[in-house]
């Protein structure tokens, strides 16, 4: 298994152009994510899915949009990129959704984004 | 809020040491939780987890303990390699959250000297 995977690994945009963050995982797992970690801030959540079809927001949600077409897939669209969004984003996903959330999640390997 | 944190931003040890890196959280409901290392570029790396319902977790070279009485969880890092650098995060899940979010702590850099 290739685990999560994420692409591009890193990206340049200009205030108010648009793009999409890649994520992809080959485990099955029913529940993804996505973080973002800044520095003296850690690791915050944007958006989560837990299956197809199915999506919701995190804690900092303003700015980005989600779909979960399918198991594998959940990417992560800037709609008019602001500097304010240069971070690192991480992909992470876990195998099943359940209430109690007792269960690890697994970590992409994070894409680098600069907007000037 | 919640909130997870670490003692120490950097933790400096020779190598062959053991390393003990800590954390402390304030949700009292917390029942599950994660130590990630992170190396640089890349992304959390799963180490190590406990339940709430443990007090002590071992796996290779790695302990996590659980004080829940204090609400404090520790890292032990036996005979710490140079290849052990890196940031430690621990993370609290499960606790009531709906959305399955993970809360981090803000990291300690572990420094391994030759």
């Known amino acids: 298994n290739a685990g999560v995977t994420q692409t591009p690994k890193f990206q340049v945009l200009k205030t108010g152009q648009s793009m999409t963050l890649q994520c992809a995982q080959d485990?099955?797992?029913?529940?993804m994510s996505w973080y973002r970690q800044d520095p003296g801030m850690g690791l915050r959540l944007i958006h989560y899915s837990v299956g197809a079809g199915i999506t919701d927001q995190g804690e900092v949600p303003n700015g980005y949009n989600v779909s979960r077409s399918t198991t594998e897939d959940f990417p992560l669209r800037l709609l008019s990129a602001a500097p304010s969004q240069t971070s690192v984003y991480f992909c992470a996903s876990r195998r099943t959704w359940t209430s109690s959330n007792q269960e690890t999640q697994y970590f992409g390997p994070g894409t680098r984004l600069l907007v000037l | 809020g919640e909130s997870v944190g670490l003692h120490l931003p950097t933790l400096s040890v020779q190598e062959g040491d053991n390393s003990i890196i800590n954390c402390a959280y304030s949700n009292s409901a917390s029942d599950y939780f994660i130590w990630y290392k992170q190396e640089s570029g890349k992304g959390p790396q799963f180490i190590i987890d406990?339940?709430?319902?443990?007090d002590k977790r071992q796996g290779q070279r790695v302990t996590v303990l659980l004080n829940k009485t204090v609400k404090h969880l520790s890292l032990q890092i036996a005979a710490t390699q140079p290849g052990d650098s890196a940031v430690y995060f621990c993370a609290e899940s499960g606790g009531g959250s709906n959305t399955g979010k993970l809360i981090f702590g803000q990291g300690t850099t572990l420094q391994v000297k030759p």
């Open positions: 485990m099955n797992h029913e529940y």
């Open positions: 406990i339940r709430s319902n443990m």
